[in-house]
């Protein structure tokens, strides 16, 4: 986290395995299906409260770049209100959600120790108490297009961590100290980026990676975002608010 901002994790369990391919299988159905039956599922700007479906055009991650990203994508933020999505998408979508939760609590205590704080120190700021509030994590289930150059452009993720299945497949490329764009290949694992979070509360100790999506064939990937808890309260550039409210400013700029 230090030097890349950014780790490997081995293969993982065989049930986070299973869960992972019945969410890619049930996310090929889904995206193959006539736009107007999945605008049904939209339920607002990407990055509302009901997660949901966002088309394609929607989406600059990069709004320096004048471009849209070719991808359509969607989201679920929460594991047990669900009956609003698509049920078949819901199903593994919850299943993999609960896996990758499993995971952050994980990766949280192990953060804790590296920053010789208390064990549950950051579980306590992803997950809430009392459960009304929202939690930090959110399952992007996103379709790209096939193209050519750069697929999703540079950008430094908002929150805690971006737990990404890679599968072996190319695509995802880091920034390293150098200034240079590297590949991040693994044969069969997650990769685990840190986010702006860290770098700031370890005043940029732990690197928050400016990374990118490079070109190719049609693929889907679900990076799973953790975060604070919405009503962690955070202070940037001086302001106080809301870790909901600094998320929801930063997802409106990149849906403009
Ligand atoms: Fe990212």
Redo the contacts with the bound molecule.
Sequence with gaps: MIKYGFVKLAYPKPETHDSLSALLRAADVFFSKPQQFKDQYTFGDYGNDKGGYTSIGVES?NPNSGKKDSVQNYVFRDDSVVDHHNPELAKPAVAYFREMARLTRCLNSLSSLALDLPLQKFNEVTFPSPPSDKNGLALRIAKYEPVEGIR?GE???YQMF?ILYTGGEEGLQVQLPSGEFEDVTFEDGFVV?A?DFWAGITNGRWRSVT???KGGGARIAV?FFTGPRGSWRVTVGGEELTAGEWLARRLAKSNK
């Design positions: 991650v999703y950008h430094t993720d971006t980026n986010g990374h990118r999506v990076p």
